[in-house]
């Protein structure tokens, strides 16, 4: 890893570790998204990031006492002094943090955008629990179907590579996540 350039904030987000492969992180999407999000400004050189997968059913004392809180947890430091690092837990203040920070790489989503990927999750999550013949799994798939296919329809109505521009935005960071 390269050394942080001192005139960069360091930012550390604390993840969900894996449960199958503990050095990585979990599937969860709101610790994808921030993960996300923060790599493309990691990549921008708006920031360093460190990324600490933590293990949440038997948590790093280290970590349990100084955040007390559930990742994901998200910590800037401009100055390496922990007495003014910024501790950050709640998503909304996440993100009102990060655009206020690290306003280089705009990752404002068009509104359109936003409102055609509303219900994918809505749609995505009841057929992946549906149970082998389950006699709606069918209504499941179509209504997934039906949510995808605006999607796409949006994109060719778009031209664009992702769902606001050909620049990844917030809602290409929230909708990725929850689709693996």
């Not at 050095?23 to 990324?51: D, G």
């Not at 933590?54 to 955040?67: D, G, S, T």
């Not at 943090?97 to 404002?108: H, L, Y």
């Not at 069918?138 to 999607?151: D, G, T």
């Amino acid at each position: 890893m390269e050394p942080a350039n001192p005139l960069v904030t360091s930012v550390a987000l604390f993840v969900t570790r894996s449960e199958i492969d503990f050095s990585h992180r979990s599937p969860s999407p709101i610790c994808q998204r921030w993960f996300m999000v923060l790599y493309l400004k990691s990549e921008a050189k708006e920031l360093a990031l460190t990324v600490y997968p933590v293990n949440m059913k038997n948590p790093e004392q280290e970590f349990k006492k100084a955040y007390n809180s559930s990742p994901p947890v998200v910590v800037f430091d401009e100055t390496n002094d922990k007495s003014s690092q910024v501790v950050l837990t709640d998503n909304r203040d996440i993100d009102a943090e990060i655009s206020k920070r690290f306003p280089v790489t705009n990752m404002s989503s068009l509104k359109e955008a936003e409102d055609v990927c509303s219900n994918v999750y809505i749609k995505f999550h009841p057929y992946l629990k549906s149970q082998v013949g389950d006699p709606q799994e069918q209504i499941k798939l179509r209504s997934l179907l039906s949510e995808f296919k605006r999607i796409n329809d949006y994109l060719e109505e778009m031209g664009t590579k992702f769902l606001s521009g050909d620049e990844m935005t917030f809602v290409d960071c929230d909708v990725m996540p929850k689709l693996q």
